[in-house]
């Protein structure tokens, strides 16, 4: 059970699992998650049946929604993955 005054809110890089202190957070701060995501990589979103989506620098998610939202990064310029 989360604690109502400092609530934790999950999310996953590859298969790690994070706590993060706000229920919203931003391409930009997920790619900022030591050790980071360098530069050379695109940052993508897993959705269960469908191909992962390119999430850019601005993108925002709310870690309050059903479920884990995962991440992944690969080479730029690659095609994504399929769940």
């Known amino acids: 059970m989360q604690d109502k005054k400092n609530p934790k809110f999950k999310f996953k890089?590859?298969?790690e699992t994070y706590d993060w202190p706000?229920?919203?957070i931003t391409g930009a701060e997920v790619r900022g998650v030591p050790p980071g995501i360098p530069n050379n990589m695109d940052?993508?979103?897993k959705r269960r049946g469908a191909p992962g989506k390119l999430v850019a620098g601005e993108?925002?998610?709310d870690l309050n929604e059903p479920g884990i939202e995962k991440f992944y990064s690969q080479v730029a310029d690659s095609?994504?993955?399929v769940l």
Do not use: Y
Request: hydrophobic fraction near 40%; charged fraction near 15%.
């Open 79 to 81: 095609s994504p993955g």
């Open 22 to 24: 706000n229920q919203f």
């Open 43 to 45: 940052l993508f979103i």
């Open 13 to 15: 890089i590859e298969n």
């Open 59 to 61: 993108d925002s998610f």
